[in-house]
């Protein structure tokens, strides 16, 4: 995107709609900026400084500016249009993914295939350079051993995207173990804190640095092996038991309610039901006009695999069905229904999903 010229930027506007003052607006923006390249040299124990002359810039957006991903979200806003009978394009600035799903393989190799060159040729009348280095093929699918590579196109069995390590059999192994990488660099980070801070100031570190990594992506990846979970929370026991001055064999379930902290294991009950809940799925009350105790609870799709009841939108219908019917009745009302729902956790340490489901055997 840095390498575009002006004129198309422009031209691109204006096929948006974009016009007149507005049009010049933008052209004010991008025109009449200079570049200078400065190089300094060390000689004799003295430093020279050599300057280029001043030369206009006349492709390219100014780095660091709000604008600049604005401009690039707005130029490529026709590439979904321009593969929409092929493929669906997931788009996050300038990072984008092309998702072909056949039953057929031959119909899916054809398809993926004509879709990658369909995305080249639009690159080429617009003047983007694709990332040969980044673009890689993610096969998923019981049958994806059958599927051929693509000319052009590097095939991986895992790929880093957006911060969330996918592999091609969905396991979230891969990311566990960057994400327990992550976890005990800021473990480190922790201890240096609590060495030489209070208990609230270990907590903000701990929020900032410890949990930020935790809750990113859970919905998706919380719903790995209990086995791939229980290390996450094997890292985060050890940042409690740090903030409890506990010792590494002492038990921390009761330290977790003491902090007002949430297990790796809660956070993805938490975030999972919300993200369904944002979704505004029908509930059993939209479905007949019968007033009923489980009125307000979602309807489950009937499936035939494991890692359909992974889904986010499965997972969550399905934990958010199981809570309390208190929590259950403040309805639509999403602020108060995540307050509840985080009390309601805070009140049990939960270290495993069974744990969740079996909480009226419990109380």
């Given at each position: 995107?840095?390498?575009?010229?002006?004129?198309?930027?422009?031209?691109?506007?204006?096929?948006?709609?974009?016009?007149?003052?507005?049009?010049?607006?933008?052209?004010?923006?991008?025109?009449?900026?200079?570049?200078?390249?400065e190089?300094?040299?060390?000689r004799?124990?003295?430093?020279?400084?050599?300057?280029?002359?001043?030369?206009?810039?006349?492709?390219?957006?100014?780095?660091?500016?709000?604008?600049?991903?604005?401009?690039?979200?707005?130029?490529?806003?026709?590439?979904?249009?321009?593969?929409?009978?092929?493929?669906?394009s997931i788009?996050?600035?300038?990072?984008?993914?092309?998702?072909?799903?056949?039953?057929?393989?031959e119909?899916?190799?054809?398809?993926?295939?004509?879709?990658?060159?369909?995305?080249?040729?639009?690159?080429?009348?617009?003047?983007?350079?694709?990332n040969?280095?980044?673009?890689?093929?993610?096969?998923?699918?019981?049958?994806?051993?059958?599927?051929?590579?693509?000319?052009?196109?590097?095939?991986?069995?895992?790929?880093?995207?957006?911060?969330?390590?996918?592999?091609?059999?969905?396991?979230?192994?891969?990311?566990?173990?960057?994400?327990?990488?992550?976890?005990?660099?800021?473990?480190y980070?922790?201890?240096?804190?609590?060495?030489?801070?209070?208990?609230?100031?270990?907590?903000?570190?701990?929020?900032?640095?410890?949990?930020?990594?935790?809750?990113?992506?859970?919905a998706?990846?919380?719903?790995?092996?209990?086995?791939?979970?229980?290390?996450?929370?094997?890292?985060?026991k050890?940042?409690?038991?740090?903030?409890?001055?506990?010792?590494?064999?002492?038990?921390?379930?009761?330290?977790?309610?003491?902090?007002?902290?949430?297990?790796?294991?809660?956070?993805?009950?938490?975030?999972?039901?919300?993200?369904?809940?944002?979704?505004?799925?029908?509930?059993?009350?939209?479905?007949?006009?019968?007033?009923?105790?489980?009125?307000q609870?979602?309807?489950?799709?009937?499936?035939?695999?494991?890692?359909?009841?992974?889904?986010?939108?499965?997972?969550?219908?399905k934990?958010?069905?199981?809570?309390?019917?208190?929590?259950?009745?403040?309805?639509?009302n999403?602020?108060?229904?995540?307050t509840?729902?985080?009390?309601?956790?805070?009140?049990?340490?939960?270290?495993?999903?069974?744990?969740?489901?079996?909480?009226?055997?419990?109380?």
């Open positions: 995107f840095d390498c575009l010229g002006h004129k198309l930027i422009l031209a691109k506007l204006q096929t948006l709609g974009v016009q007149q003052s507005a049009l010049k607006w933008f052209e004010s923006y991008l025109n009449e900026r200079y570049q200078v390249v190089v300094k040299q060390r004799m124990g003295e430093t020279c400084t050599v300057k280029s002359e001043k030369l206009p810039m006349t492709r390219g957006v100014p780095q660091g500016s709000v604008l600049g991903p604005v401009l690039y979200i707005l130029f490529t806003n026709d590439l979904p249009i321009f593969l929409e009978n092929y493929t669906n788009m996050y600035a300038d990072d984008t993914v092309l998702l072909s799903a056949q039953k057929d393989v119909q899916l190799e054809i398809n993926s295939y004509i879709s990658f060159n369909m995305a080249q040729q639009y690159c080429k009348y617009n003047d983007l350079v694709l040969s280095l980044k673009t890689k093929q993610l096969t998923l699918g019981t049958n994806k051993n059958y599927v051929s590579e693509i000319p052009g196109i590097q095939e991986t069995e895992d790929m880093n995207y957006l911060g969330i390590t996918l592999n091609n059999t969905l396991t979230w192994t891969n990311h566990i173990d960057n994400l327990c990488l992550k976890l005990n660099s800021s473990l980070a922790l201890r240096r804190t609590h060495a030489t801070s209070t208990l609230e100031s270990t907590k903000i570190a701990y929020y900032a640095l410890f949990e930020s990594h935790l809750r990113y992506g859970i998706a990846w919380g719903g790995t092996t209990q086995f791939n979970l229980l290390k996450v929370l094997k890292i985060q050890k940042a409690i038991r740090l903030m409890g001055k506990l010792g590494p064999r002492e038990s921390c379930r009761a330290t977790f309610k003491e902090l007002n902290i949430l297990t790796v294991t809660s956070l993805y009950i938490l975030e999972t039901i919300l993200y369904c809940l944002s979704k505004d799925f029908p509930r059993n009350s939209n479905l007949h006009e019968h007033n009923t105790r489980h009125g609870d979602f309807p489950l799709p009937l499936h035939r695999t494991a890692v359909f009841e992974k889904k986010p939108t499965y997972a969550g219908k934990l958010f069905n199981a809570l309390p019917e208190e929590i259950k009745k403040n309805g639509n999403h602020i108060n229904m995540k509840a729902i985080r009390n309601w956790l805070l009140q049990r340490t939960i270290y495993t999903v069974e744990e969740f489901y079996l909480w009226r055997l419990t109380t």
